[in-house]
Nanobody
Framework: QVTLVESGGGVVQPGGSLRLSCVVSGITITDNLMGWFRQTPEKGREMVASVPVSGPPKYGDRVRGRVTSSRDNAKNTVYVQLYNLKPEDTAVYLC????????????WGQGTQVTVSS
């Protein structure tokens, strides 16, 4: 069984930062593209970060310049760090494996809530 479990969300003040983690079980991330998305009822789902097996990540327009991402293949974990958070960054952040090389999936995590509020 494949699971993606996000953590690291919470309430943060505007201008603050958070690091989100996604621990993957049941499938290796080593040769798989990973992604981070966020979702709100008002705006739907949007891409935050696309973390390739190699090469530079890609970031969504609304977070570019305020986000970094990385992967630790040994821990089967993907990270995204958000900086200078704004109230409009409030959302559920979801981890995603869009196209596993073994032909299974795609897979989504349950999400972690990030709330930016003073």
């Amino acid at each position: 069984q494949v699971t993606l479990v996000e953590s690291g969300g919470g309430v943060v003040q505007p201008g603050g930062s958070l690091r989100l983690s996604c621990v993957v079980s049941g499938i290796t991330i080593t040769d798989n593209l990973m992604g981070w998305f966020r979702q709100t009822p008002e705006k739907g789902r949007e891409m935050v970060a696309s973390v390739p097996v190699s090469g530079p990540p890609k970031y969504g327009d609304r977070v570019r310049g305020r986000v970094t991402s990385s992967r630790d293949n040994a821990k089967n974990t993907v990270y995204v760090q958000l900086y200078n958070l704004k109230p409009e960054d409030t959302a559920v952040y979801l981890c995603h494996m869009p196209a596993p090389k073994d032909g299974s999936g795609p897979y989504w995590g349950q999400g972690t809530q990030v709330t930016v509020s003073s």
